[in-house]
C-alpha cells in the first residue's frame, strides 16, 4: 500500500506522516530530505550557482535512508546528515536542488526504487501523489493558513533556542517558499487531483492522524497491502 501525503511547509504533513507511517506499521519516506541533502553536498562542495554540475554530482551520489532510526536518518555518501540538513542555512538554499530538473529526475527515480523495495509505504513531499506515485492507494493534501504555518515554524525555531524571531518575517519567508515551491517549472507544489484534503489549521496532530487513519481503515479493502 502506498499512502502519499503532500502540502507546503508548515501544514503538519511531516509530523502527521510519521505518525500514520507508524500507525500502519509501514516505513516513512521524508523526500524533502533528499533535496536537503544534495543542497548540503552542493553548498559544501562551493557550487551552488552551477545547476549543470550539482545535477552530475546528484547521480554520483549515494543517499540512503537509515530505516532502523525513527525517523529514519538520511546518509550523504554514508555520512549521517539529518541534522544538518535541518540547519536554517539549509533550508534556504534547498531551492538549488528542488529547482534542478535533472536533480529532480534523478531523485524521482530513486524515490520510485525505494517505493519498489519496500513495496509499502508512507511518503511526504510536494510531489508524491502527482508525479512520482500517481498510482498511490492514498493520496492526502495538507494544507493550512499562512499565519498558523508561520506560528508553527516559530515554535520549532524556538524549541532549537532560536529566541530571536521576527513573526512577519518567518510569515514572509513561508509565502516565498509557497511561491517558489508552486511555480516551479518541474515537479511543482500542487494537490492531487484525486486527493482527500485536510485542512490543519484548527486540527491537533492527533486529530489529523486520526483522520488519516479512519479514511484509511474505511477504505482499506479497496487498497492493496
Ligand atoms: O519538506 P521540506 O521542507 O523538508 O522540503 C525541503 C524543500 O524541498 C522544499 O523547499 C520543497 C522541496 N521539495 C520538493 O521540491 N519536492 C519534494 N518531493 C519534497 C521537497
New binding site residues.
Given amino acids: 500500500m502506498i499512502v502519499t501525503i ?1 502540502g507546503p ?1 508548515g501544514s503538519g ?2 509530523a502527521a506522516a510519521l505518525q500514520v507511517a507508524a500507525r500502519l506499521g509501514l516505513p516513512h519516506l ?7 541533502a544534495v543542497a548540503l553536498d552542493a553548498l559544501e562542495e562551493g557550487i551552488l550557482h552551477d545547476p549543470d554540475r550539482i545535477a552530475q554530482r546528484c547521480r554520483l551520489l549515494s543517499l540512503e535512508f537509515d530505516w532502523s532510526k525513527t525517523p529514519a536518518a538520511i546518509l550523504l555518501n554514508g555520512r549521517n546528515v539529518s541534522d544538518l540538513i535541518r540547519q536554517p542555512e539549509v ?1 534556504e538554499i ?2 538549488v ?2 529547482d534542478n530538473p535533472w536533480v ?1 529526475e534523478e ?1 524521482v527515480r530513486q ?1 520510485r526504487l525505494i517505493g519498489q523495495k519496500c513495496g509499502s509505504l508512507v511518503t ?5 501523489g502527482t508525479i ?1 506515485f500517481p498510482q498511490a492507494d492514498f493520496k492526502f493534501y495538507l494544507n493550512a493558513h499562512p499565519e498558523e504555518r508561520a506560528r508553527r515554524r516559530i515554535a520549532q525555531l524556538q524549541k532549537k533556542g532560536n529566541v530571536d524571531l521576527d513573526v512577519d518575517e518567518v510569515l514572509e519567508q513561508i509565502l516565498q ?1 509557497d511561491m ?2 508552486s511555480s ?1 517549472a518541474v ?1 511543482p ?1 500542487s494537490r492531487p487531483k484525486n486527493a482527500i484534503d485536510i485542512d490543519t489549521t484548527e486540527l491537533s496532530l492527533e486529530e489529523t492522524v486520526d483522520a488519516m487513519i479512519s479514511h484509511i481503515q474505511t477504505h482499506a479493502p479497496a487498497a492493496k497491502n
Fill in positions: 503532500d511547509a504533513k511531516s521524508d523526500t524533502g530530505a533528499m533535496y536537503r533550508t534547498t531551492y536542488a528542488a529532480r531523485l524515490q511526504e513531499g510536494r510531489d508524491q512520482v517558499r517558489r515551491d516551479r515537479g507544489l
